[in-house]
């Protein structure tokens, strides 16, 4: 179920809006960091891998994302 998608952590709100026809949330599903300045996207994977708006920001994979976020104060305890 987990592995079947890409994580990125962008800036948020600034989310170019070509994005959204790419990721699997919504405005209003999307998770934002405690402060609302960043967000975790979705990508199934092989979608879109050279979008230029993920230029310079690093992919996770489920793991990697839970690692990254967890026991860090500035997300929610939440389900990726």
């Not at 402060?35 to 990508?43: A, D, E, M, S």
């Amino acid at each position: 179920m987990y592995n079947d998608k890409r994580y990125f952590i962008l800036p948020y709100p600034n989310i170019h809006s070509s994005i959204w026809g790419l990721i699997v949330e919504t405005p209003e599903t999307i998770r934002t960091n405690l402060q609302g300045n960043f967000c975790i996207i979705k990508l199934y994977v092989g979608d879109d891998v050279d979008h230029p708006i993920l230029n310079g920001f690093p992919e996770y994979t489920h793991e990697e994302i839970l690692e990254e976020i967890s026991g860090n104060l500035d997300w929610e305890n939440e389900e990726v």
